[in-house]
């Protein structure tokens, strides 16, 4: 139906332009022809040439775009801004309409210094206000969706090499800017409309995944922002571009094989990167004096407050070491899962699978051209993949497994999938629970901290003022 709708749009603003360049003396096949339909319009409007070759420039040619056909438009007198609004919000109602009105005539091109003396047109103090407005949400629109974003930490999944209360900088541009696939939205709200609720979004027009050039590919041990994949499902079922936003660490690339052994990492048979400032919890045995949850505040320590002798507490290497040697502590005992213990909720949520979040794989990652064969054991581990993900009907018969109704024993992926863990191991919903991301759900990468803000502190130490520009590793 989306397809069906978004032909009839594009048919409906082509008929308009064509009309208006046969008003402006052009011929009206012109206005098919992309590039060439801009280079005319240039003709058309008084406008040089070469603003065509800025069309090529990514962000740029957005701007240069909407001002071309804003003054197209202009040349025949449609410049109030109601007339600025539909011409870009509605083309396809207001196009044909003033294509077809006998009225509507060419003045000529309102570009030139000619047109703007034959024609003067003041604008109120209201109208340059709602310019001035428009043009803000605009740019501050294009800059977050294309360039760079702001993002808060809300949970300790990535304690302590992220804390809770960091404002990050995101930037599209390093791994690509994704086109949006929902383009109609409400401004600055990511998918649910503030104050009212509700969606704030339409999805009556959707466009197929597209990543504009980067500066690179997603390296591993990235950290990285990106769509929550299981929002794919009710109650939420939501478009890709619009789930919710997760920052964790891309540990695993397309084509790596992934394990975990006594919570430590590996990453094709080798030690996986261990963060500097990574946490785990422990179990803290005293003499029977407790410990002081004021310490344990002021040292910026994470403990479970319901848990008494022993103590659960989240530890950095560090902040292992000088607890262990507080007097009154006699033992620390790392909370690892032993090896045979099933977890329930853990990836693949299969009983073929006993795995746990210390105990885990290994798991090969899909990479684009991979092909797995397809059997009991794999079904399991890239089943969401080849039906969700990747837009599939997948059915298992008694005589074999089907694939959009025809026999498949093997299937080869469309996509590149990232494993994303949080560096707060035992304190993290990441891809141990939920599985592969998509590349086609990568937002950006975290460049650096602007701003970090502790709820915990008093008032005057609520900033932390050695976190203010640090990059992030």
């Known amino acids: 139906m989306g397809y069906i709708v978004f032909a009839i749009v594009l048919i409906l603003i082509h008929f308009g332009l064509w009309k208006l360049f046969v008003k402006a003396g052009r011929k009206g096949w012109e206005s098919l022809v992309p590039i060439y339909r801009e280079y005319v319009i240039t003709k058309i409007t008084g406008h040089p040439a070469w603003w065509v070759a800025l069309l090529l420039i990514p962000i740029v040619n957005i701007f240069i775009f909407y001002g071309l056909y804003l003054d197209l438009v202009k040349c025949f007198g449609k410049r109030r801004f109601w007339e600025y609004a539909a011409m870009v919000l509605l083309p396809f109602v207001v196009l044909p309409w003033w294509g077809n009105d006998p009225k509507v005539v060419y003045l000529g091109q309102s570009f030139s210094a000619e047109f703007k003396e034959k024609y003067p047109y003041k604008k109120s103090v209201a109208r340059e206000w709602a310019d001035a407005i428009v043009f803000a949400v605009v740019a501050a629109t294009l800059i977050r969706g294309f360039l760079i974003e702001a993002y808060m930490i809300p949970t300790g999944s990535m304690e302590k090499s992220l804390l809770v209360g960091d404002f990050l900088f995101v930037s599209k541009l390093n791994y690509g800017p994704r086109i949006p696939m929902t383009p109609v939205a409400f401004p600055f709200a990511h998918h649910t409309m503030p104050i009212v609720g509700g969606k704030a979004y339409w999805e009556g027009i959707k466009i197929g995944y597209k990543r504009l050039p980067g500066f690179q590919d997603i390296e591993r041990n990235d950290v990285v922002v990106f769509n ?246």
Do not use: C
Request: proline share 7%; hydrophobic share 35%; glycine share 8%.
């Open 228 to 473: 929550y994949p299981m929002e794919a499902d009710a109650p939420f079922n939501r478009p890709i571009d619009k789930r919710e936003n997760y920052i964790k660490r891309a540990v695993g690339m397309p084509g790596d094989t992934i394990s975990l052994r006594g919570a430590n990492l590996y990453v094709n048979g080798e030690p996986g990167f261990k963060p500097p400032h990574s946490q785990m919890d422990y179990y803290v045995y005293t003499d029977g004096t407790g410990l002081n949850p004021q310490r344990l505040t002021d040292m910026r320590i994470d403990y479970n407050p319901y848990a008494r002798e022993p103590y659960q507490l989240f530890l950095t290497d560090e902040a292992y070491e000088e607890v262990k040697g507080w007097a009154n502590v006699t033992k620390i005992v790392p909370n690892i899962r032993h090896q045979d213990t099933h977890e329930p909720g853990i990836f693949p949520s299969n009983s073929l699978y006993h795995w746990n979040i210390d105990n885990f794989g290994p798991l090969v990652i899909p990479k684009q051209g991979w092909t797995v064969t397809l059997d009991s054991l794999t079904l399991p581990l890239y089943g969401r993949v080849i039906r969700v993900y990747e837009g599939n009907e997948l059915e298992s018969r008694s005589d074999g497994v089907y694939i959009n109704g025809a026999k498949a024993d093997s299937y080869t992926f469309k996509m590149n999938y990232y494993w994303m863990m949080g560096d707060n191991r035992h304190n993290s919903e990441d891809a141990r629970t939920w599985g592969f991301v998509p590349e086609d759900h990568i937002v950006g990468k975290a460049l650096f901290v602007w701003l970090s803000w502790d709820e915990k502190g008093t008032f005057f130490d609520k900033i932390r003022w050695n976190r203010i520009f640090m990059g992030i590793k």
